[in-house]
Structure formats: C-alpha cells, structure tokens
C-alpha cells in the first residue's frame, strides 16, 4: 500500500487493552483492543452506535472505561489527561463554535490554550483558509467548517489527532479537500485516529483500520488485508473474440470459467486475475471489456455481519 512507508514499526502510541463499557444494561464497549503506531493514519470504522465515540472518548480520557486498560504515549488518559492535553488533538463530532467568531480569532483563541502552540497562520495556510481568516464561523461552507475544525485540532501542535466524522454532510468535493488536507497532516508525523462510518473514507486514507460492530472489533488490518480476508472469489469479465477460454480454470487460483457467446466470466482468489491476463497473452487470446470486480470494505462489513453498513450513506 502506498502510505506504508511513514509507520516507524514498533512504536505504539495508543494501546488499547479489552476495553470495556456500559450504559446501564447496554453494553456498548465489549472487549475492545488495538494498538496505533507512530505516524499511522488509524481508522475506527462502524455503523451508527457500534461503540466508536464511545471507545474514543474513554482514549482520550473523557469517559472512564468500567474495564481494560489504555495507554496514550505511555500514560493512563483516565489519570494523566492535563498532560496528554497538550499532545493529543481533538476534532470532535459536534464541536460548535459562536457565529460571530472569527476563522483567526478561533485559531488565536484555541492556541492560547497550549504551552507550545502551532504557528495559526501557517495552519491557516495549510488548511487552505488563509482567504477566509476575516470570515465569521457562521458564514463558512461546511467544509470550510471542517477545515478549521481540524486547523483548531492541530493548533496545539499535538503528536496524535482524533478526528471524528469528519466529512459528514459534505459534499463529494469538499470531502475531497477534507481527504487531501488529511493526507498533508501525515507528511508532518502527527499520528492521526480517524472515526467514520463511510467505508470509502477509511478505504482511501487509513494504514490500518478497526471495523467495530455492536461494542467488539470485527476486523483490524489494513484496509486491503481486511477486503484479502473474505472467504469470497472475485469475478473478473471480458470479451473473448478467439480461442477457447476452457484452460484457464486450470490456473491457481482460479475456480469457474463461464461462457456466454464471446463473453467470459473468470472467478477466483489471489492473485488469479494477473495469471489469467499473462496466460490469455501468452496464448495470443484477444480480450476486449475487461472489468475485474473490486472488492471493497463494504463487502467485507457484509460478509463480517451479514448486513451492509449504511448503503445510503456510504455512497454519498
Ligand atoms: N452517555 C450515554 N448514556 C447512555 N447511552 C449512551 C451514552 N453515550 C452513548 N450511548 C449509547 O451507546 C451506544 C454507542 O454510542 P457511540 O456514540 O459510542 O456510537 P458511535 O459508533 O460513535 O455512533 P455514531 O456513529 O452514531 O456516533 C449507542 O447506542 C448510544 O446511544
């Protein structure tokens, strides 16, 4: 994967240990364990209450776990939250800020709050509202919104970044600003958790991802080892003008080859798909249409639980 090369192995930063939490008699956090690395962008994914802000909040030391254990940079956030403040950045789901408040003014405000803070107008800067720096809360677009939630998140120049729902509400270009902002904050080494329900989200930005369901993790690797792990062939189609497909299903890998008139349907596991594409070249097989289905998160949430994630919203 292309964003491996940042993850100094090794160096844990968040350690979650059979974390546990209940709401009376719901329990929402039912043995919960992961670890973050250093400069990794970490995704906690899952439908709506499966648990995520509620596992989030107990790392950040906002709610107190009734079991487990959790170590930020080494410290217990339930005992040591005044010092991880000043590490640890925090974009949080329902963050409001007064209309009138200027983009500046917020920035100038939240970075009074740290000893070390980040230079607000480089982050202006990076985030790309220094043009919006006189603009007042209220009358920002809803990526801007997002933008300066996550500048305000980085003000305090913190070692890890949690930033919850990001692009909720957004639409496909401002989410695309949002993803592209966040793939800058990892060139800087801030190690980023990100909370979300949009498989796609997770897909395109994250080393590594928790899928929680119902209060447990379901799958944690990385976005393509998670997608890997279905019991399930994959399906690559073409259009066949010559020659006779039949000897392809002795391929590794491959399982079924079905003709339709010129059309094929290949399905198999692994890496079968570039074997069939060296094999029909070397048997001078012309292919035309050629579609390999690609398996996604969403595939995987369904063959995890049995149901899809949120079919609407995963795909606005
Ligand atoms: N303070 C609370 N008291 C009682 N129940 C709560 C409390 N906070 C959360 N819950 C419940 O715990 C469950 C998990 O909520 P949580 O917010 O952690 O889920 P989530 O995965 O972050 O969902 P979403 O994506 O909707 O934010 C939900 O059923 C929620 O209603």
């Known amino acids: 994967m292309r964003h491996r090369t940042r993850i100094l192995k090794g160096m844990a930063v968040i350690e979650v240990t059979d ?45 107190r776990p009734d079991g487990g254990t959790i170590r930020v940079l080494g410290l217990d956030p339930a005992e040591h939250r005044r010092t991880l403040c000043e590490q640890v950045g925090v974009q949080l789901q329902d963050t409001r800020l007064p209309d009138n408040l200027k983009v500046w003014e917020a920035l100038d405000l939240y970075a009074s709050f740290y000893p070390r803070p980040a230079d607000w107008r480089q982050l202006l800067e990076q985030c790309g ?52 902002l966040i793939e800058q904050i990892r060139t800087t080494g801030v ?24 209060g447990r993790i379901v799958a944690l690797d990385t976005p393509a080892g998670i997608v890997d792990a279905i019991d399930a062939d994959h399906a690559m189609r073409f259009t066949l003008t010559a020659g006779d497909p039949a000897d392809l299903a002795a391929l590794p890998g491959v399982s ?61």
């Open 19 to 63: 974390l546990r939490k209940r709401y009376g008699d719901l329990t929402v956090l039912d043995g919960v364990s992961f670890t973050v690395e250093q400069g990794e962008i970490f995704g906690i994914l899952g439908p709506n209450g499966a648990g995520k802000t509620t596992a989030v909040e107990c790392v950040q030391g906002l709610r």
């Open 129 to 180: 509202l220094h043009d919006r720096r006189d603009t007042r809360f209220g009358k920002l677009s809803g990526g801007q919104k997002q933008r300066l939630f996550i500048a305000l998140a980085l003000v305090g120049n913190p070692r890890v970044a949690f930033l919850d729902e990001l692009t909720t509400g957004l639409d496909p270009q401002a989410r695309r600003t949002t993803w592209a």
């Open 191 to 214: 190690t980023v958790v990100l909370v979300s329900h949009f498989m796609d989200e997770v897909e395109e930005l994250c080393d590594r991802a928790a899928i929680v369901d119902r």
């Open 256 to 316: 079924r080859v079905t003709r339709t008139g010129d059309r094929v349907v290949v399905t198999g596991r692994g890496d079968f798909a570039t074997t069939v594409t060296a094999a029909l070249a070397r048997h001078h097989m012309p292919v035309s249409d050629l579609r390999i289905d690609k398996r996604t998160l969403d595939d995987a949430f369904v063959a995890l639980t049995g149901r899809p994630l949120d079919p609407q919203e995963s795909r606005s």
